[in-house]
């Protein structure tokens, strides 16, 4: 009976030991948002983000310039970036990317496809 309360013991005390008490939000990087005010190019996609929170997107391969621009509000927790895309006829469509990297000069996102952009600020 002694032989099998110390296992029992060793086990109960193992499985203390090797649990983690962190979770995946305590490692997800956190990025500063001021970082990402201002407008950003990727190729031909442009992406603004001004400090009010709105923004705009447009691709010039399209024939669409700043002026007709798809707007959209945005927001940073963490590493992830949502943007709210509003429609003209009243629709909001949401947007949501995991940051990689966000510099002064570098901005990469990833959506939930596994698809990347790599942006440089203008």
Request: aromatic letters at 12%.
């Amino acid at each position: 009976m002694k032989r099998f309360t110390l296992i029992l013991l060793s086990l109960a005390f193992a499985a203390l030991f090797t649990s983690s008490c962190s979770t995946d939000e305590e490692t997800k990087p956190s990025f500063d948002e001021s970082l990402i005010i201002g407008k950003w190019k990727s190729g031909t996609l442009f992406e603004r983000y001004d400090a009010d929170k709105s923004g705009a997107t447009w691709d010039t391969a399209d024939d669409v310039e700043e002026k007709e621009a798809q707007e959209f509000t945005w927001t940073i927790d963490k590493d992830q970036l949502e943007q709210i895309h509003i429609i003209v006829n009243g629709g909001l469509v949401p947007k949501r990317y995991t940051i990689t990297d966000l510099t002064e000069t570098t901005m990469k996102y990833e959506d939930d496809f596994g698809v990347t952009k790599s942006f440089s600020k203008q």
